[in-house]
T-cell receptor, first 108, second 114 residues
Framework: GQSLEQPSEVTAVEGAIVQINCTYQ??????LSWYQQHDGGAPTFLSYNALDGLEETGRFSSFLSRSDSYGYLLLQELQMKDSASYFCAVLGFQKLVFGTGTRLLVSP | DVKVTQSSRYLVKRTGEKVFLECVQD?????MFWYRQDPGLGLRLIYF???????EKGDIPEGYSVSREKKERFSLILESASTNQTSMYLC?????????????FGSGTRLTVV
């Protein structure tokens, strides 16, 4: 089976940097994805890491260490609109398995 | 703009009813998925399909079935709705070989079974 762990809630202030960690246990692994979901909205794709290392996309970066079964999402220059839930998800054979989500609250 | 469209945003059904949730995508994606989302439990996979007329059970298929007669349409069926199936249902689609583009999700159907 597969299981993922991520913190339930993180708080930060505008302009700060925040890191959301994700550890996973899986019987099959192709890569780690991150999704953002605003309240009442659909999850939207942020990033996908198949190989170890850091991937940067604008203010967001995602990191993967396959040997440690660990990844993180790094959000820089936080803005109020970044307040949302963030889900890590492991891509196994043919399907994504999601974590329970981290609620990020950004305050002024 | 690419889209996954779910037929209803909100739905209220009675216990024992047969319920159909419809999902249509316009991106020519091979794969389609049904998840349910509950507070504290994240997104859990119910069923998925990687081709027309093909279906695979996800992690929580009990009480559900699916139908995929056309590539663009994937239906979730609750054979006999129960109150524990009250949830947000999310449909998603993806290309088989383009993991870098992720899944595209619909806006969801909030189903209440009374």
């Amino acid at each position: 089976g597969q299981s993922l762990e991520q913190p339930s809630e993180v708080t930060a202030v505008e302009g700060a940097i925040v890191q959301i960690n994700c550890t996973y246990q899986t019987s099959g692994f192709y890569g780690l994805s991150w999704y953002q979901q605003h309240d009442g909205g659909a999850p939207t794709f942020l990033s996908y890491n198949a190989l170890d290392g850091l991937e940067e996309t604008g203010r967001f970066s995602s990191f993967l260490s396959r040997s440690d079964s660990y990844g993180y999402l790094l959000l820089q220059e936080l803005q109020m609109k970044d307040s949302a839930s963030y889900f890590c998800a492991v891509l196994g054979f043919q399907k994504l398995v999601f974590g329970t989500g981290t609620r990020l609250l950004v305050s002024p | 703009d690419v889209k996954v469209t779910q037929s209803s945003r909100y739905l209220v059904k009675r216990t024992g009813e047969k319920v159909f949730l419809e999902c249509v995508q316009d991106m020519d994606h091979e794969n389609m998925f049904w998840y349910r989302q509950d507070p504290g439990l994240g997104l859990r996979l119910i069923y998925f399909s990687y081709d027309v007329k093909m279906k695979e059970k996800g992690d929580i298929p009990e009480g559900y079935s699916v139908s995929r007669e056309k590539k663009e349409r994937f239906s979730l069926i609750l054979e006999s709705a129960s109150t524990n199936q009250t949830s947000m249902y999310l449909c998603a689609s993806s290309y088989t070989e383009s993991f870098n583009y992720g899944y595209t999700f619909g806006s969801g159907t909030r189903l209440t079974v009374v």
